[in-house]
């Protein structure tokens, strides 16, 4: 079986724990772009007394248009993830695309991330769960779109029987016709119930697809993430910008960076009501 709790650096992540947030800009702009925000991050972990894992892509590989700007790629992008957490001391998390990203990542990413797009791609499974194991790290899978949330047993199966078992699962919304994610909240137990803790990807589901780029709704971000933690996930993913109108990716989904903390906040409280109800229930 998986492990429940995860450990992440020195963060417990799960069953009877408070919230793990993964959180950043969704595309690296540039080194003093990354530490600024990283920076902010870490003040506002410490002042909440959180659990907070920086995030942020080296390369958008599934960019609607060839001309959108992608990252700067695996080896400048893990140079700017590592000294974030030289710097900072936050863990960091990014995701791979293909299985030859996996060994350079995992040295420097304590989660390495499996994009939803990707996550039946066996050979990109067993080589982030691989080289994750060898440095104590962990795999988070984001659930494809296409599948319903108990396939993601198969999954987790194929992490564990590739040599890691500390496994994280992604609830981003399942597709619903043509342009819009629907957020089925009876999803987080169905997924936990293979074993994985659960986290919720609050900006990604407010996703708009389609069109020249994709659009989003990020004022639904912190509705939906309420829903998410009420409903029993075990962490929240959340993309965040000083400017998100002027990101170079996914602006539309983005918390401006001066407004997270009172979100953090609001989920923080409503975990401690959920563990509360939980153990007067017995169960998390």
Do not use: W
């Not at 080589?127 to 790290?137: D, F, I, L, P, Y």
């Not at 906040?265 to 939980?278: S, Y």
Request: glycine letters at 10%; one cysteine or more; aromatic letters at 4%.
């Amino acid at each position: 079986m998986p492990a429940d709790p995860v450990s992440v650096g020195a963060f417990q992540c799960g069953t009877g724990h408070p919230l793990l947030f993964i959180a950043g800009p969704c595309v690296i702009e540039g080194e003093e772009f990354i530490l600024d925000v990283a920076k902010r991050l870490a003040d506002l972990a410490d002042e909440l007394g959180i659990a907070l894992v920086f995030k942020s892509s080296f390369d958008k590989a599934n960019r609607t248009s060839i001309h959108s700007y992608r990252g700067p790629g695996l080896e400048r992008g893990l140079e700017i993830l590592a000294r974030v957490t030289e710097q900072t001391g936050l863990q960091v998390t990014t995701d791979i695309h293909e299985p030859s990203q996996a060994a350079a990542a995992a040295k420097v990413c304590r989660i390495l991330q499996i994009p939803a797009f990707l996550a039946r791609q066996t050979d990109l499974i067993q080589a982030v769960s691989e080289e994750t194991a060898k440095h104590g790290g962990v795999v988070n899978v984001k659930k494809p779109q296409f599948i319903a949330p108990e396939d993601t047993v198969h999954i987790v199966r194929k992490c564990e029987e590739s040599g890691n078992s500390s496994i994280l699962l992604t609830e981003r919304g399942t597709k619903f016709g043509y342009g819009r994610l629907v957020n089925d909240m009876r999803a987080i137990p169905v997924m936990h119930a293979t074993g994985a803790p659960v986290i919720f990807d609050a900006t990604h589901s407010v996703q708009l697809p389609g069109g020249a780029t994709t659009s989003g709704q990020r004022d639904m971000v912190p509705i939906v993430a309420r829903a998410a933690v009420a409903a029993g996930c075990h962490g929240v993913f959340i993309e965040t910008h000083p400017d998100p109108d002027k990101a170079m990716s996914d602006g539309p989904n983005m918390i401006p960076l001066d407004q997270i903390g009172t979100l953090l906040r609001q989920l923080t409280k409503l975990r401690q009501v959920v563990l509360e109800f939980g153990q007067s229930a017995g169960s998390d």
